[in-house]
């Protein structure tokens, strides 16, 4: 499985062999919306809080006798029943809504997000993002360039989600010089997940050789107890 690799110019320089278990492996859309509602809802902070009857102040006294009035009994004014008595069954904040979500199976779904986004032409490969300083109109002027790549003209046009700009290491000049875009992240992509990926429409891998690496150690743990070993390579 190869892919062509770009320069920032937006000009084809070289090839990439793609991990098939990386990029070739078959959409589960069961399994990536199991791990994405897993994640959102380990990021949910669950601040919502309402008082219930016993936090409310007030209402220690009967409100009237029991009997002989002719009005219904009650015994505290701080009832669920009552104006600015207390909520039933609403949101408290020591409630925990996180989930477990199994490493295989999260590895399996960035998998096959990435398998998927590699056959609906969402992914461009790059040697490197290079710039003599943080500068923002140099950042624009090499998005400009990749969108003139046959199929991702959106990178440099979408307004909203655009893309991941994915690097092999830190890169502080690339960073500053991105980070003004309101519709482009960056990021290492040890660090993409697939909840990132769904987020954002492109995926931009830069310096694939090293990068590629990164990602193909997350690969589950075979039966023997060592870990499959996927070759990227470069040809020239």
Do not use: C
Not at 106 to 115: F, Q, R
Not at 188 to 202: A, C, D, G, S, T
């Amino acid at each position: 499985m190869e892919s062509v690799v770009y320069n920032q110019e937006g000009k084809a320089i070289d090839k990439v062999n793609l991990p098939t278990d990386v990029f070739g492996v078959a959409w589960a859309s069961d399994l990536v919306k199991e791990v994405t509602l897993g994640m959102t809802a380990n990021m949910r902070r669950g601040t919502a809080h309402t008082k219930g009857r016993g936090d409310v102040s007030g209402g220690g006294k009967k409100p009237w006798q029991q009997k002989g009035t002719g009005r219904a009994r009650h015994g505290s004014t701080r009832s669920p029943i009552w104006v600015g008595g207390g909520v039933s069954h609403g949101p408290r904040n020591d409630k925990d809504y996180s989930q477990k979500i199994n490493k295989k199976k999260k590895s399996k779904a960035l998998y096959s997000i990435l398998s998927r986004k590699l056959k609906d032409n969402e992914i461009l490969f790059v040697d490197a993002i290079n710039f003599d300083k943080p500068k923002t109109k140099d950042a624009k002027k090499v998005l400009n360039n990749l969108g003139k790549v046959e199929g991702f003209k959106g990178i440099s046009e979408k307004k909203n989600n655009n893309a991941i700009i994915a690097l092999s290491k830190s890169n502080k000049n690339a960073e500053m010089s991105l980070r003004n875009f309101s519709n482009i992240t960056i990021e290492e992509l040890r660090n993409v997940n697939p909840l990132m990926l769904l987020q954002y429409k492109y995926l931009v891998v830069v310096d694939p050789k090293v990068a590629l690496k990164s990602i193909s150690d997350k690969l589950p743990v075979s039966e023997s107890g060592k870990n499959k070993k996927t070759k990227v390579n470069l040809k020239s």
